[in-house]
């Protein structure tokens, strides 16, 4: 589909890789609706993107509310046919740590932020692309989520957040399958190592580690580059059922 005819739903939209995925939008003539949980981010962004952008609070775990948000957003863009997944958290610690097993809570919160939360807004936005008018080749929607290279090499201390993103990266083909009878497209993103507000305050001798890591280019992935990514998947049709690495050729050690 053209950018300019894009009406999307950005989770986790307020900072990092989300913002940059609907700074990029909104700049080339897109409609977006930022779906996060940070009140002071969400109305800064929306201001900043203009009057193409709009802040809705949103829990990704709450299915209800995912729903209701879809429906509003949908409501205010004129449609829905694209839906980008950002929104996540690391979930990091061993499963055997100094202090004992890792307590099922923080496994299950990894999992329902990362995994269930690109679920639920994927099943809701679907439910809505379902009713667009069809465009060239029958598309009418795109779901995008955000998997991570970790889901296939997953460092010690990763165990939660692996497993979390392996699932996203799962259920791409299968919903992509299934979504093809209404023509909505379902790919799915996996970067490595990211410049995003997780690495800001990293001592400056983890973060020089960190990018020689990395083959080439020796340095984190910029947001921006992700961005690219995704508007590349939005305008490719023949993207589909698919996972993208951008990642610079690393491969994660064990630690």
Do not use: W
């Not at 986790?12 to 409609?31: D, E, I, K, P, T």
């Not at 990894?110 to 692309?129: D, E, I, P, R, Y």
């Amino acid at each position: 589909m053209q950018i300019d005819q894009v009406k999307a739903a950005i989770s986790g939209g307020v900072s990092g890789l989300g913002f940059a995925v609907a700074r990029l939008l909104c700049a080339r003539g897109a409609r977006v609706a930022l779906l996060d949980i940070n009140d002071d981010k969400g109305a800064a962004a929306a201001a900043e993107l203009g009057d193409g952008a709009s802040y809705h609070r949103t829990d990704v775990t709450d299915e209800a509310g995912v729903t209701a948000v879809l429906q509003q957003a949908a409501e205010r863009m004129g449609g829905i046919n694209a839906a980008i997944s950002c929104a996540g958290i690391l979930g990091a610690g061993r499963v055997l740590g100094k202090e004992g097993p890792m307590p099922l809570k923080t496994f299950q919160n990894t999992v329902m932020v990362n995994l269930v939360g690109s679920f639920n807004v994927a099943k809701a936005a679907a439910n809505l692309m379902q009713g667009n008018a069809p465009g060239a080749d029958g598309e009418r929607g795109v779901i995008v989520n955000t998997a991570s290279v970790a889901a296939y090499e997953g460092q010690i201390g990763q165990a939660a957040y692996s497993a979390s993103k392996g699932g996203v990266i799962a259920m791409t083909l299968p919903m992509a399958r299934e979504f093809a009878r209404i023509g909505v497209r379902v790919m799915t993103v996996a970067p490595g190592v990211f410049h995003t507000p997780m690495v800001e305050g990293m001592p400056q001798n983890v973060y020089d580690s960190l990018c020689a890591q990395v083959p080439f280019p020796s340095r984190l992935g910029t947001a921006d580059e992700f961005a690219a990514t995704v508007a590349f998947i939005l305008e490719n049709r023949y993207l589909n059922g698919s996972v993208i690495r951008v990642d610079g050729a690393i491969r994660l050690a064990p630690k």
